[in-house]
């Protein structure tokens, strides 16, 4: 086999493998808030794609997903279908951009931080302008949420994410550098030191302190399938 279709292959498969890995974390568990909000960590596996192969392979994965959850599981349609897309893809994609061009743990810290305002934006001006229209809400009505429960929820949501990605990529990309599903220079990026140690501990503090404000102060459970 020609060594770009070979390498095509590889990159089907690992994207594939990303895709059902983010497609199960929706199907065993999420966090709710308020009864009507709510979110999984499928962002944080999706983001791991745009680590390895760029942005738009985040985006392409993001969209695969989130059509998978509108035709198998979803129960709030099209509406879904935008939302969930427009946050994975946002979070991947940012990701990715700075990623791509500094593959460095700082860089890596870099994008999940403008990740993280990047999708709490995007998410607060899709709740403003998509939600009234779905959900027949006044639009004054979703604005007065806006600081009292969607501003945090979005922060936390990312926050969560992006703590957990930190966490996730280097030995999710290591097993499939031993599977000898991408090569050694495909995921060159920062490795295991004391700086990543720390980071290590730095993101599971946050990872935390996010589900302990999730849970404590906006009253969020989580609901398992």
Same mark, same amino acid.
């Given at each position: /086999?020609p ?11 690992? /994207?594939?493998i990303l895709?059902a890995l ?6 065993l568990f ?5 009864g009507?909000?709510?979110f999984?960590?499928? #962002?944080?596996? @999706? ?12 985006v ?8 998978l ?5 979803? #129960?709030?349609g099209p ?5 969930n ?7 991947? /994609?940012v990701?990715?951009i700075?990623? !791509? ?5 700082s860089?890596? &810290?870099i994008? &999940?931080?403008?990740a993280?305002?990047? /999708? ?11 939600t009234?229209?779905?959900l ?7 604005m007065?949420m806006?600081v ?8 936390? !949501? ?7 990605v930190l966490?996730i ?7 499939l550098k ?5 090569n050694v220079g495909?995921?060159?990026?920062? !490795?295991f030191?004391?700086?990543?140690? @720390? ?5 599971l ?6 589900i302990?404000y999730? &849970? @404590?102060k906006?009253?969020?459970?989580v #609901?398992?399938?």
């Amino acid at each position: /086999m020609p060594l770009s279709k070979k390498i095509n292959v590889k990159k089907m498969t690992v /994207m594939s493998i990303l895709c059902a890995l983010a497609f199960i974390c929706v199907l065993l568990f999420r966090f709710e808030v308020g009864g009507f909000l709510t979110f999984d960590i499928k #962002d944080a596996v @999706l983001a791991i794609a745009s680590f390895i192969y760029g942005p738009l392979a985040g985006v392409v994965c993001s969209g695969l997903v989130a059509f998978l959850e509108f035709i198998l599981i979803s #129960d709030t349609g099209p509406y879904g279908l935008i939302m969930n897309f427009l946050s994975s893809a946002t979070f991947s /994609m940012v990701i990715g951009i700075i990623y !791509k061009h500094k593959r460095t743990m700082s860089g890596a &810290v870099i994008g &999940v931080i403008s990740a993280v305002f990047g /999708m709490t934006a995007v998410m607060l001006l899709a709740n403003m302008f998509i939600t009234p229209l779905f959900l027949g809400m006044e639009r004054q009505a979703v604005m007065g949420m806006i600081v009292p429960t969607l501003l945090p929820f979005n922060v936390i !949501k990312a926050v969560f994410n992006g703590a957990l990605v930190l966490i996730i990529y280097k030995p999710i990309s290591q097993t499939l550098k031993k599977a000898k599903l991408i090569n050694v220079g495909t995921s060159t990026g920062y !490795k295991f030191g004391f700086k990543s140690v @720390l980071l290590l501990v730095i993101s599971l503090i946050v990872l935390v302190a996010a589900i302990l404000y999730l &849970v @404590l102060k906006m009253g969020g459970g989580v #609901d398992f399938f």
